[in-house]
């Protein structure tokens, strides 16, 4: 049987910062220090009870952070993708 994270992490929609498709497992994970995109609720919301799911699998304190999340200027965020890609690959 698959947890609800699993069952959640192959959805896919499309990423406005990168403007192409990606899974919920990377939108999950992609903010800083691997905690969920400060967009995630943005994203998600038509596919799912985002925040509910969030408020489980996060602590209240993470939970507060994120809803706390400004996100990034455009920029800004591209270019730490990159650097995130070029340290993966060294």
């Given at each position: ?9 192959n959805?896919?929609?499309?990423c406005?910062r990168?403007g192409?498709?990606?899974t919920f497992?990377?939108c999950r994970s992609s ?7 400060g ?9 799912f009870?985002?925040v ?8 209240a304190?993470?939970?507060?952070m994120l809803?706390?999340?400004r996100?990034?200027p455009k ?10 890609a070029?340290?993966?690959k060294?």
């Amino acid at each position: 049987m698959m947890s609800q994270t699993e069952s959640k992490d192959n959805l896919t929609g499309r990423c406005p910062r990168l403007g192409g498709s990606v899974t919920f497992r990377y939108c999950r994970s992609s903010g800083d220090d691997s905690r969920p995109c400060g967009k995630i609720f943005d994203c998600w919301w038509e596919h799912f009870d985002v925040v509910a799911y969030c408020k489980k699998i996060l602590s209240a304190d993470e939970f507060t952070m994120l809803i706390n999340t400004r996100p990034k200027p455009k920029i800004s965020s591209l270019v730490d993708y990159m650097e995130q890609a070029q340290k993966r690959k060294a």
